[in-house]
């Protein structure tokens, strides 16, 4: 009867404990990103393998059409995922001397999911890219 209480008890824990984030967090971890400001969709550009066979080091390139001049210039960019314990991934910080809007990783991939590219303008803007990643072997899982 002890192993079975034990057994018992410990799908409860698991039951209870929330694995995911859901799009809700995923929303809200933008909305405090860009201050409640919504991104508008375009300018932004995620270069990664809509199929990745290993979620461990996933390269991804995020793009940003600016002409990167003192009139019109990127100020940072941001990257987010829908299902990893921690949604915010990478922010970077960009200048004018670099030329070009234009930064590279590698990430962790918990499972398939979404992932948000979000580029800050001096403007005040935010302009932003979702795509849809799917992930054969998992990472980052708690």
């Known amino acids: 009867m002890r ?3 034990m057994l018992i008890g410990l799908g409860a824990t698991v039951l209870l404990r929330p694995a995911r984030a859901t799009s809700e967090e995923l929303a809200a971890a933008i909305r405090a990103y860009t201050g409640g400001i919504e991104p508008q969709p375009g300018r932004v550009h ?4 809509p199929l990745v066979e290993n979620g461990n080091a996933v390269p991804v390139t995020v ?3 600016s ?6 210039h990127v100020q940072a960019i941001a990257l987010f995922n829908q299902l990893n314990p921690q949604r915010d991934v990478a922010r970077f910080t960009l200048s004018l001397a670099q030329g070009r809007a234009q930064v590279g990783t590698r990430i962790r991939l918990a499972t398939s999911q979404q992932l948000v590219a979000i ?3 001096n403007d ?4 932003a890219q979702t795509v849809e ?4 072997l998992a990472a980052c899982v708690e």
Do not use: Q, W
């Open 46 to 49: 995620i270069d990664i393998a």
């Open 63 to 65: 793009s940003v059409d």
């Open 67 to 72: 002409a990167m001049s003192e009139a019109e």
């Open 124 to 127: 005040g803007s935010f302009h």
């Open 133 to 136: 990643v799917v992930v054969t």
């Open 3 to 5: 192993r079975r209480a």
């Open 119 to 121: 580029a800050r303008f």
